[in-house]
């Protein structure tokens, strides 16, 4: 079969290149018969075979290829690739990158192989994670910089390229149209209109599946280069190719029934296909038009409520309105419902669109886009069915992936600037985008019930509708965002009236959503969180158009366009006050943080003003219109007080949610910034006194500003007052001082921000990035991570880098401000004003008096200092009109008098802002008026007679005598005492506006009742009187009755009150009142004439309350002689020289507290130092618990020779006492497996992670492997009993005991654990498994290790050195060890020890404790137990560094637990008796009668003592002997051994010497042996090990592999005294531990040279009086037997071995023992080595590429985090690897995160990165994606805790894993 395709294609091939008709005519038939439909093949009689989908794809491959391999056409077609364009498309997860410095457009990507092939170093760039799938940019110059393109795609020119053969493509040419048709028939078979929406989704993956083969193939044909995609395109593009196949008119039945599929499809999509019965699709678009209209009225149309597309006139139902308003006009109507598909392309788009964005279509189509031609087409056919992606997508069930795949086409197309102008001008993409988003969402519009509820005409965006809350908008408002940063683009928009009114009305529905209707009586049932979706709204479909507008209004040219948009902004506003029905007053209780129309108009005013050189007053609108501007912006900023002061806890957390996003950075620059710059220009253009008045009546505290001591708030509860008054003093504050858009340039808000957001606390550098808002749009020029962000941050903050603290946690780089940026540039208020949380303000000034405290410039506690502000812009100078108003400077004095006369609700917050605001009055007060000003003029424009002027500065001076006030009958005033300074608390009403217009002037020295809602009500009046007559009919009655104060007020009346201040001697009081001492202030001037000259004091920069107030005096002197004259007056009246003993009772109180005070401090600092030395010595007895150990012996030692009893303090319980039989102690001990000594390796450089193909790791070479396969050998040839005996296990899966040396009673203990078992919290460990943690430090444990009880009499003997012999000794050890350990007797003790010995079993795996060939053998526990000593001792050694060259105690001093530990396994291991025929101690002390005798009876021999582990024997002979043992067995068992150790070393150096060495030291020791001292020379026994072993066939193996080698190496006398000594060291080293934890005792320190010397005599091996210049090692020998002999003896063993085995016998010889510390693999320096390699790596054992690919640290091993891939008996990999690599212990690297797990035993937890970032940072799950290195320190800190086994101590965060890792 494949012959004769091959055959057919070759001939046709041949007959189309000679242009044969026929061939052409055969070639169509050929395709029509291969490429028909299933049904139609099944039926026809045709062959089967032909008809399947394969077969068809095997045809066309061979077609293409014209009969030669496909493999060779490949080839041949890839030489023709002009490969300019690298356009690598990749989906969702792929891991791309974006380099800002080389990228014209944000949305610029590149993929890893065209980054790491360009030049980047040194650029901002980053790794991301991509969301939606995109594709590489690499040379494509409209979006990246040609500087930044890879090596291959540097731009080629044409002609280096050959064009292309024509014969080569001639069959693809032909092939491809039918092939495509084939496809879209097999998409038109397979789609049915969904009935239900249920069955269709099955069906169309099912045709998918079945289509895949096909559709990859077509992606192989566009990866085959420019030259298959030129044919491509122009089959894609070709319209007549299209007519010819698709139209259906042709005789082929099949094809008709298709061609009418697609109509049905195209109708049930709401769209049309304009009638023809030809079908030819050419008709001239006015028909178009007509028929869709027609179409628009059948209910098939896609909007579903398609009457009110006809529904013209107007009626005014419910948001009908306004859809008609869109529908009216045809064109609209044709954007949304016409398609005409006139090429393959189109129809192929319209069925991806259809089968909602198949994964591999979209990859399909977009791997096309570098071929140019089609690049244009696709685009125009994309904007072309917009609409319909829309409809598509808004029933779609799956709209997360579909929205991803759409973006993932369109940011390709709408990111490069000439196309996306191209498409404006020729396909209208700007109506299209506008039209489509509004449709979109006229389908969620429900009526605003903000304002005026029953009559309101406006309609918004219904926020809980799916539409908003699973963001579906988001793709359309994406591409309309990308096509807006174009400036082409943005320019055709602004100029566009009609769009710009579209775009307005479209902003509009956002206006006023999710209204918040305060809950008065009980708290809501059920919180919306529909806010969410709210805020995401307006910032992505409103503020971030916007962005991208205003970033193309930077110029003068461009001053059009801002009149535009504003015009339109204001019309819109306009219409939407209309449509609301606001006249005055917003409806209280109501509030909408959506006022986007608003904040255009705001942003572009800012624009025009600071760009654009504009006249603001050309751009504002009418005073009546500013007044409605200001009313929601501000009922915002006075909702924020109110949430803030939980006046809106009814309605929930969400409330305050809302409150703090408003705020947040993300937000703040588009919602609150705006706001505060539309009140600040309203204030700028309004009276002063009404907008004052305004503020207070918005935040509802005028009722507060009363000078009577009580009065009744009709708005407001008492307990909200305070801190309503402090918001609204704070808003003003931050409307007066706030300059970021009054003139402020881009670098000094870079600056303010910065600093404002580095005072609340420090910062990491991202997290900083993050907090500074930036306009979204991010063509915006403050691009975070630009220079200017960078040098910013260098001038402001000084980094710290990042530490580690003792605990282990672990800090981040931090950035924090510099001391000059504290002193100079604080500012308070852009602190309040960006702080999301109030906490962040007290920490911002808790940081300052921290700092003020530390440079020594104030004590106490300092005020927020007073920041001088940038000049304003000369557009805005009307705002400081509001700082010279009566009305403000009315509400100022009554709050100071009130504040001095102590009434209630006032705090000293209140007082700071009074104080502020007068500051910045003074500051800002204007020249013009003059010193005597008169004060007659402004008596007619202000109706009391409270001060003379508007001028700050005069008023100060103004006194005012009496007040009238309005109180209830109740208050003191009434009574006319002279005002009293006792407050009463009673809190009574205050005028009630209702009164305040009866009044009329009395006497002119008493001010009136002041009214501030009077005042404004009157001013609102004569606005609207001068705009319009007939408007305040309306208004009046409906306010007034708003306002009346609610039913039951008590009676009011009128009092009149003596007041006699001024403002400043108000000030002056109260400097006295700050200071607690009369006449405290004194004018500094009258010392010093330069205060008056000298502008900035830097005295009086940071303090307090009373340096505030000397500010303020001294700059109103300034500011006016008179001023100055009279604060002179009021200092000398106020002070008359007063006589001592008056104290005023007032007066005295306050001396008396002061006194009080300061007594009460001394004592409390008393009782605080009592308190920490009491704490001190707890500490120092909690944390070093006296363990019978090292401070024990040392006493008794150096005190007389009295019987001490160990005594133990139980931490929980408290009482001390001795461990005893039946009540023991235990110290409280965590057990855990640990493989960390199996991860020695016998070589010096530490192991890399491989991050190659080439690098491996083995993990042959490491300690744990060597020993196995030692153990395994011995066990081959000999006795397995005796094999168990001659090495330690423990290696990998040892039991590791440490404790925090704390103890308690057993019996204690258990209690302790029931009720921890009763506990229902949930704790990080699991109780019943025993873990618990210590009662007094909280460490960690699982197991509580009994005490032995005894007295400390032993420890005395080890003085005294035995006058015994050796043999004595040697006896006494013999008897010693032949006495049966008896099992105690059941004591509570004996039954603790054996319980915590199976704790001690059962906590490594039985793998790691069976190493018996018969299982169960008690050899098996005997050896185990041993083993866990060693191991202990090992690992303490390790600790130490390796060696014990630094001497010193156990290095956790008393919380060694080892003395314990051997003592429960002595009791256990003496329960094993030991046969005293195998006894090794016999081997080593007796010379053996008859050696025939043991061959004989045993099958297999016992191990030769010379292949036995030393150090285990040791173990084993004292672990055997009765506890407590004594010294001098110790010593005696010590030096036997040592003498075999000694031999050892001699035999294994024999193997190493060459034959003519060895004859050479045989002969030269032999002449020295009857030397009187031969047995303690090594040079003779050397010769005698020789001469005895060359009996056997030992030194038979090596002559000729070992001669290569060592030859070069000869040995000399110093090099082998230098081997001997290392050979012994690391018994010498275990030997002295063991004795340090035995007897006490300190370990000598010493040079690393002398380590053996001073080891060797604290063993007692070398005598004390021993000095000799040239040491021995041989001398330290002392042989119990006859040397000679029983050196002949043991070598007789391997002699005789060596006869039946002679190649085992070198391989079991023991080696120098040389290993090297545990190390972690080695990291690289750059975590992208570890990124490229292993993120698609695929695992070894399923060979897929991970989801969560990880790293062992330990050993290199590549798993899989969490997969179910590699699950064995429901242990995932992780923790599975984590039991075989470190027996529980496991510390996974995630590849995809660069987080740190580890994994210990059941519990895991997130250690950290080891990797950070340029500023120290960790970056987690990559998010960011900046470079990282590898932090040595973190690194040494991880390794350090793994070989500590800390890991348990130091992390906190541990959760259960269920072995789910």
């Known amino acids: 079969m494949a012959q004769e395709k091959r055959a057919t294609a070759a001939r046709l091939k041949a007959a189309l290149s000679l242009e044969q008709e026929s061939a052409a005519a055969e070639l169509r038939a050929l395709l029509e018969r291969v490429l028909s439909l299933r049904d139609e093949a099944s039926s026809s009689s045709s062959s089967s075979s032909s008809s399947s989908p394969e077969a068809a794809l095997s045809w066309c491959r061979c077609l293409l290829a014209g009969g030669e391999p496909w493999e060779g056409f490949v080839a041949a077609v890839r030489a023709y690739d002009p490969a300019t364009l690298c356009g690598l498309v990749w989906t969702a997860n792929f891991v791309a990158y974006r380099c800002r410095t080389c990228g014209i457009s944000p949305c610029m990507s590149l993929c890893a192989e065209c980054f790491h092939q360009g030049e980047h170093a040194g650029h901002d760039y980053n790794m991301f994670r991509s969301q939606a799938g995109g594709a590489c940019d690499c040379g494509d110059g409209n979006v990246m910089r040609e500087a930044g393109f890879c090596k291959r795609h540097r731009i080629k020119s044409s002609s280096e390229v050959p064009s292309v053969p024509k014969d080569l493509l001639i069959m693809s040419e032909l092939v491809l149209p039918q092939f495509i048709f084939y496809l879209i028939q097999y998409l038109r078979d397979g789609y049915n209109e969904p009935v239900l929406d ?532 704070t808003f003003l504050v931050i409307l007066l001082s706030l300059r970021l858009h009054l003139g402020m340039t881009d670098d000094e808000i870079l600056r303010a921000e910065m600093v404002a957001q580095l005072c609340m606390n420090d910062r990491t550098h991202s997290s900083l990035l993050d907090l500074i808002p930036e306009n979204p749009n991010p063509k915006s020029g403050i691009i975070p991570g630009s220079l200017s962000f960078e040098s910013m941050l260098s001038a402001v903050a000084d980094f710290k880098a990042p530490v580690f603290e003792p605990g282990g946690s672990m800090q981040q780089g931090m950035y924090t401000p510099k001391a000059e940026v504290w002193d100079q540039e604080f500012d308070p208020v852009m602190v309040i004003l960006r702080t999301v949380y109030r906490r962040d303000v007290q920490s911002a000034m808790d940081r300052y008096t ?165 005042e404004r009500r009157k001013k609102f009046q004569e606005i609207i009187n001068r705009n319009t007559t007939e408007a305040n009919q309306a208004v009046r009655p409906k306010t007034s009755m708003k306002w009346s104060a609610p039913g039951a007020t008590p009676q009011l009346t009128t009092a009149i009150l003596e007041v006699k201040e001024s403002i400043l001697s108000l000030l002056i009081k109260l400097h006295h009142k700050l200071s607690g001492k009369q006449n405290s202030y004194f004018p500094p001037w009258l010392d010093d004439m330069e205060t008056l000259i000298q502008h900035e004091n830097p005295k009086y920069l940071h303090g307090d309350g009373m340096t505030a107030v000397e500010r303020i005096l001294l700059k109103a002197a300034l500011q006016s002689r008179l001023n100055k004259h009279i604060i002179e007056d009021i200092c000398r009246k106020v002070t008359p020289p007063v006589p001592p003993k008056k104290i005023s009772p007032a007066e005295k109180k306050t001396l008396d507290k002061e006194e009080r005070r300061q007594k009460a401090r001394e004592r409390q600092q008393k009782l605080l130092a009592e308190f920490a030395s009491r704490q001190k010595s707890f500490m120092e007895t909690a944390m070093d618990v006296e363990s019978p150990d090292v401070d024990i012996a040392m006493e008794i030692a150096t005190a007389e020779q009295h019987v001490s009893e160990a005594v133990y303090d139980c931490v929980i319980c408290g009482q001390s006492g001795p461990s005893t039989e039946e009540r023991p102690a235990g110290l409280v001990v965590l057990l855990q497996p640990s493989s960390v000594l199996g991860q020695c390796r016998n070589s010096t450089e530490s192991k890399k992670l491989p991050t190659s193909e080439k690098e491996q790791i083995y993990p042959g070479d490491t300690c744990a492997a060597i020993y196995e396969a030692r153990l395994a050998t011995l066990q081959q040839y000999f006795k397995d009993s005796s094999c168990l005996q001659s090495v330690s296990i423990g290696w990998e899966g040892g039991v590791y005991v440490q404790t925090c040396g ?70 006494e050890v013999e008897e010693l060890q032949e006495q049966l350990g008896t099992f105690p007797s059941e004591t509570n003790l004996s039954k603790e020890m054996e319980s915590v010995m199976k704790d001690i079993k059962s906590t490594t795996q039985k793998k790691y404790t069976d190493y018996s060939k018969f299982p169960g053998s008690p050899d098996n526990d005997f050896l185990f137990m041993y083993s866990v000593a060693r191991t202990n001792l090992e690992l303490e050694l390790v600790h130490r560094g390796g060696n014990l060259c630094l001497g010193g105690a156990s290095t956790a001093g008393k919380r060694s637990c080892l003395n314990q530990l051997f003592h429960v396994l002595a009791m256990h291991m003496r329960l094993y008796s030991i046969d005293s025929a195998f006894n090794p101690w016999k081997k080593l002390t007796q010379l053996a009668i008859d050696e025939n005798l043991q061959m004989s009876n045993e099958e297999q021999p016992e191990v030769p003592v010379l292949y036995r582990d030393v150090s285990s024997l040791l173990l084993i002979q004292i672990l055997t002997m009765p506890q407590p043992l004594r010294k001098e067995h110790f010593i005696c068992i010590t030096k036997v051994l040592f003498t075999l150790l000694y031999i050892q070393a001699l035999v294994a150096l024999s193997v190493k010497c060459s034959s003519e060495e060895r004859i050479t030291w045989m002969n030269s020791g032999a002449l020295k042996k009857s030397l009187s001292n031969a047995k303690k020379t090594w040079e003779v026994l050397f010769s005698h090990v020789i001469s005895e072993l060359s009996k056997g066939k030992i030194y038979e193996q090596e002559e000729t592999e070992e001669l290569a080698m060592d030859s070069t190496s000869s040995w000399c006398p110093h090099s082998i005294e230098i081997y001997l000594q290392q050979f012994c060291l690391p018994f010498l080293r275990i030997t002295s531990l063991l004795q340090h934890h035995l007897f006490g005792g300190e370990l000598p320190s010493c040079q690393e040279g002398e380590e053996f010397t001073v080891l060797a005599s604290c063993l007692g091996l070398l005598s004390p009086s021993f000095q000799s210049s040239q040491f021995s090692s041989a001398s330290c020998l002392d042989w119990p037997v006859p040397a000679f002999d029983i050196i002949s003896q043991w070598c007789s063993e391997l002699v005789s071995f060596s006869n039946t085995h002679p190649t085992q016998v070198k391989v079991l010889l023991i080696q120098e023992p040389k290993w090297d510390l545990p190390r972690l693999l080695q990291l690289p320096e750059n975590y992208n080595t570890i990124f490229q390699y292993y993120h698609r790596k695929s695992c070894s054992v399923c060979s897929k590429v991970p989801k969560d690919p990880a790293i062992c640290l330990v050993c290199g091993t590549f798993v899989c985090l969490k997969g179910l891939c590699c699950k064995q008996q429901s242990y995932c990999e992780c923790v599975l690897h984590s039991q075989n690599c470190g027996a529980g212990t496991g510390i996974f690297l995630l590849i995809n995160a660069s987080v740190i797990i580890i994994i210990r035993g059941h519990r895991f937890c997130l250690w950290g990165s080891v990797y950070l970032d340029a500023h120290g940072e960790e970056d987690r799950d990559l998010r960011r994606g900046k470079p990282l290195y590898i932090c040595k320190e973190r690194y040494n800190v991880l390794e350090q805790q793994w070989v500590s086994h800390t890991f348990d101590h130091i992390n906190k965060r541990w959760g259960p894993h269920y072995n789910g890792l």
Request: aromatic share 8%.
């Open 1302 to 1371: 704390h103890t308690l009673h057993i019996d204690c203990h258990k209690s302790y654990m029931e009720s921890l078992r009763n506990d229902q919290v949930l704790q990080g460990f699991s109780v019943d498994k025993g873990e618990f943690t210590c009662p007094l430090c909280r460490q960690f444990a699982n197991s509580v290790l009994p005490c032995y009880p005894g007295n400390n009499v032993e420890r005395t003997l080890w003085q005294c050195h035995s006058n015994k012999s050796m043999q004595d000794l040697i006896k």
């Open 198 to 729: 249920l069955p269709s989704e099955k069906d169309l993956l099912k045709v998918l599946q079945m289509l895949e083969p096909h559709i990859s193939f077509l992606e192989d044909l566009t990866k085959m280069g420019g030259a298959m995609r030129s044919v491509l395109t122009q089959v894609l593009t070709n319209q007549q190719f299209y007519k010819d196949l698709s139209s259906g008119s042709g005789e082929n039945a099949c094809a008709k029934k298709s061609h009418e599929k697609y109509l049905v499809a195209l109708k049930g999509s709401g769209l049309t296909f304009p009638e023809d019965k030809l079908g030819s699709g050419v008709q001239e678009p006015g028909a178009a038009a007509s028929s869709s209209v027609v179409q628009g009225a059948t209910p098939s149309s896609g909007q579903g409520d398609s009457s009110d597309e006809e529904d013209q006139d107007g009626s005014q139902g419910v948001g009908k309105r306004k859809r008609v308003k869109l529908s009216s006009s045809t064109k609209d109507q044709s954007i949304m419902d016409v398609l005409k598909h006139k090429c393959f392309l189109e129809e192929l788009l319209f069925w991806t669109i259809k089968y909602e964005f198949p994964q591999k279509m979209v990859t399909f189509l977009l791997n096309m886009l570098p071929d140019q031609d089609y690049k244009i087409a696709f685009t125009k056919t994309f904007v072309q069915h917009y609409a319909f992606i829309m409809k598509t997508l808004k029933k779609s069930h799956e709209s997360d992936t579909m929205s991803n795949r759409i973006v993932h086409i369109s940011v390709q197309l709408f990111s490069n600037e000439e196309l996306a102008r191209q498409v404006t001008e020729e396909c209208q993409l700007l109506d299209i985008m506008v039209t489509v988003l509004l449709y979109m969402m006229e389908s969620c519009l429900i009526k605003s019930e903000l304002q005026d509820e029953e009559n309101s005409l406006h309609v918004v965006v219904n926020c809980g509708e799916s539409l908003l809350k699973n963001n579906t908008y988001w793709p359309l408002v994406s591409d309309f965002i990308n096509i807006l940063s174009h400036q082409s683009v943005a320019k055709k928009f602004l100029e566009d009236h009609r769009l710009l009114v579209t775009w307005m009305n479209f902003v509009s529905f956002f206006q006023g959503m999710n209204l918040n209707k305060r809950e008065l009586n009980e708290h809501v049932e059920f919180e919306s969180q529909t806010y969410y979706a709210a805020f995401a709204a307006e910032l992505e479909a409103c503020a971030q158009p916007m962005w991208g507008l205003l970033s193309h209004c930077k110029i003068r040219e461009t001053q059009e366009y801002t009149r535009n948009v504003v015009r339109y902004c204001l019309e819109a506003l306009q219409d939407w006050f209309d449509a609301i029905n606001f006249v005055d007053e917003p409806t209280p209780n109501q509030v909408t943080f959506h006022l986007p129309l608003h904040r255009y108009y705001a942003m572009f005013l800012s624009k025009a003003v600071k760009c654009q050189e504009l006249d603001l007053d050309s751009l504002l609108p009418d005073q009546e219109m500013l007044m409605k501007l200001m009313v929601h912006p501000l009922q915002i900023q006075a909702s924020l007080s109110e949430i803030h002061s939980n006046m809106w806890v009814r309605n929930g957390l969400q409330i305050k949610g809302q409150a703090m996003t408003y705020v947040q950075s993300h937000f703040c620059n588009s919602m609150i910034d705006p706001d505060i710059y539309l009140l600040q220009i309203c204030a700028s253009r309004l009276d002063p006194d009404y907008f004052i008045s305004s503020v207070f009546e918005r935040f509802k505290v005028v009722d507060l500003l009363t000078m009577a001591s009580q009065h009744q708030n009709t708005v407001l509860d008492s307990e909200h007052e305070r801190s309503m008054l402090e918001g609204a003093l």
């Open 850 to 1014: 921290a700092f003020l405290k530390q440079s020594g410039k104030v004590h106490g506690n300092p005020w927020p200092p007073y920041k001088k502000r940038t000049v304003l812009h000369p557009s805005y100078k009307g705002l400081m009109r509001l700082l010279h108003c009566k009305t403000l400077h009315i509400v100022l004095f009554t709050l100071l008098y009130k504040i001095l006369m102590d009434h209630q609700n006032l705090s000293e917050h209140v007082l700071c802002m009074v104080l502020y605001l007068i500051e910045l009055g003074l500051e800002n007060s204007s020249d013009l008026e003059s010193d005597e000003e008169d004060a007659g003029v402004g008596q007619e424009r202000c109706h009391d007679s409270w001060f003379p002027g508007n001028n700050l500065v005069s008023n100060m001076r103004h006194f005012i005598n009496y007040v009238r006030v309005r109180v209830p009958e109740t208050a003191p005033e009434v009574k006319r005492e002279p005002p009293a300074s006792t407050s009463s608390d009673g809190s009574g009403a205050s005028q009630s506006p209702r009164h305040s217009k009866g009044l009329q002037r009395e006497n002119s020295g008493t001010a009136q009742v002041f009214s501030l809602v009077a």
